[in-house]
């Protein structure tokens, strides 16, 4: 729990004075029935009105000041609880977006959900919880056994060998639920894996009339996440029958043992009364020390799996120049030799190469340069290395051999920003982000409303964003639904655009166009970003044919590299594609 240590501390003074005022309403609460005891048995048999108004009233303002003090106590601890969860998120959330992409993928998207959703307001309510009875529970527990010992000792003995047992009991208990709920949130991950592929791809799963397999795939992790919360509240509400009935059986011995001695005249009758409340007081203060402790599992296993995002160390960290490597090659973007595996070992990543490496190769000896301001076109069959080469040149990765330059600079010498400010992009993966169209294409930016609109204007999106209602203010949906396939590529060919980047990606950027859109995007990129480093990913040999270098990818391997005319002659795989697509034999 040193994670959540680190949290607490700016708040140290603020808990600290919460918990004083707890105390104080705890010492208030535990005063009331020892008041009660002695109205009943001293007070009342004198018969003064006067003194049993004025006991009476101290026994109304006991309970009023442990009301208000409660009351302001909770409204502290909630804030504090609130202000460190909301600090975690924060945390939480800028450490993902910092992570590698090997990192996310070893994490995983739904579990990084699951972390910043339900694993924050575990801790979030174990903050809370550890402050409004983390004094509450113990002092109600060892201040009764202090108040009856005052009391009468005899009774007092009942409560002294019952409380450890329970104390025990429920310590032992609460310490083997512990991993317990490290299984209940994993399953949780689950949980939000199925949710988010159901939720993104529902017009897939209604097209195919998948309705009824997705839900009882759903159903199926759902049922086991079920199973493994309840073992795990099974286990820990265990403590709480068995407390009570111990209690009880104590309570009864009290009432029995109290009335014999109440007839031997060795305790009064306020004392048995004094002590069924401070019976109570025990029973709840148990009964939170075992909240505390169940909120205290979950909590401790939700804080190692935030702490691990959080902690994570970057494995993409800026080396210096005299640790970069060096290239012979003269170009803007170089591959030099560059080879790469998704979620490589240890091994591969310390140097010892692909050698008896099990897991496939992305590439295989990538090389190539493209100098500044001209095109690179790369073609392939799905799953041959064409966005692996963008991950790589964005140093979303880093190769497991060779080095990737751009600018003349080993990418690794880049600070992040200062890479990525270079690029412009439209991923296979890319998104439309649920604001106006113009907040889309500026995406945070520092562009002026001339950048939007020529930008828009050269992703040919110019025409239907005027003809919408609201034009650039129109709002946009969750992932762009509320706009065709072709409106949302062009809004975020005109997102790549509109901060005029020295180098231009377009990984499949057009596949939703038709030829003639196609055709008049790669005209006006050519007239109004002639300077402009393009990279064009695609399925279609007429988006790439102009380019002035040409890779063909198979299977992570160049089997073809040159122009569209030298292609033709040496590349039977791209001469075949060619001849497919565009009906020449």
Not at 122 to 131: C, D, E, K, W
Not at 559 to 564: D, K, L
Request: glycine share 8%.
């Amino acid at each position: 729990m040193h994670f959540l240590l680190r949290y607490l501390k700016p708040y140290r003074w603020v808990i600290l004075v919460s918990m004083l005022i707890k105390l104080c309403a705890t010492l208030a609460e535990l005063l009331a029935p020892y008041v009660l005891e002695y109205l009943i048995d001293t007070v009342a048999p004198t018969g003064e009105v006067g003194r049993v108004f004025f006991w009476g009233s101290a026994m109304i303002l006991l309970a009023a000041c442990q009301w208000g003090l409660n009351v302001y106590a909770n409204r502290r601890s909630v804030r504090v609880a609130s202000e460190c969860a909301y600090r975690i998120r924060r945390d939480l959330f800028r450490a993902s977006l910092n992570l590698s992409g090997e990192q996310m993928d070893r994490f995983g998207l739904p579990s990084i959900i699951s972390r910043m959703t339900s694993d924050t307001y575990n801790l979030q309510g174990f903050i809370q919880s550890s402050q409004t009875m983390g004094i509450r529970a113990p002092f109600m527990l060892f201040g009764g056994i202090l108040v009856t010992l005052s009391m009468d000792r005899a009774l007092a003995l009942i409560l002294c060998v019952m409380a450890p047992v329970m104390i025990v009991l429920v310590v032992f208990i609460s310490w083997k639920g512990i991993p317990l709920y490290d299984r209940v949130q994993r399953g949780m991950d689950d949980i939000v894996r199925v949710m988010r592929e159901n939720i993104t791809g529902i017009r897939v799963v209604k097209a195919l009339s998948r309705e009824k397999h997705e839900k009882e795939r759903y159903a199926d992790v759902n049922n086991e996440a079920a199973k493994r919360d309840i073992r795990a509240s099974i286990i820990m509400a265990l403590p709480g029958p068995l407390v009570t009935l111990m209690l009880n059986v104590g309570l009864t011995l009290i009432v029995l043992l109290g009335a014999h001695r109440v007839n031997d005249g060795l305790t009064k009758p306020g004392v048995i009364l004094a002590f069924l409340t401070y019976f109570n007081m025990i029973l709840m203060g148990v009964m939170g020390l075992n909240r505390i402790f169940m909120m205290l599992s979950k909590a401790n296993a939700s804080a190692k799996r935030i702490s691990a995002v959080i902690d994570e160390r970057d494995d993409l960290a800026r080396i210096g120049e005299d640790e970069a490597a060096h290239t012979d090659q003269t170009g803007f973007l170089v591959f030099d030799h560059v080879s790469f595996s998704y979620q490589a070992d240890e091994t591969e990543k310390s140097g010892a190469g692909f050698a008896g490496a099990s897991r496939q190769k992305a590439l295989t000896d990538i090389h190539f340069s493209v100098p500044k301001g001209a095109s690179l076109g790369i073609i392939g069959a799905t799953g041959s290395g064409k966005s692996t080469i963008v991950n790589l040149l964005m140093r979303f990765y880093d190769p497991q051999d060779g080095h990737v330059f751009v600018d003349g600079r080993d990418v690794r010498t880049y600070d992040k920003d200062e890479l990525h400010r270079r690029f412009g992009v439209v991923l296979q993966t890319d998104t439309i982000f649920s604001d106006t169209v113009r907040g889309n294409i500026a995406f945070g930016r520092d562009v002026t409303e001339d950048d939007i609109q020529n930008a828009a204007k050269d992703a040919m999106a110019k025409d239907f964003i005027e003809a919408l209602d609201d034009g650039y203010d129109h709002k946009a949906a969750i992932q762009g639904s509320n706009f065709s396939g072709g409106q949302r590529q062009r809004l975020m060919i005109a997102r790549a655009l509109a901060a005029n980047p020295e180098i231009l990606i377009l990984d499949d950027a057009s596949s939703a166009l038709d030829y003639r859109t196609d055709a008049n995007l790669r005209r006006a990129i050519d007239e109004n970003h002639g300077g402009t480093t393009l990279v064009v990913i695609a399925q279609r040999v007429s988006s790439i044919m102009g380019c002035s270098e040409i890779l063909v990818l198979d299977e992570g391997r160049v089997i073809g590299q040159g122009t569209h005319e030298s292609l033709l002659k040496t590349c039977p795989v791209y001469r075949d594609i060619y001849t497919v697509q565009m009906g020449e034999a």
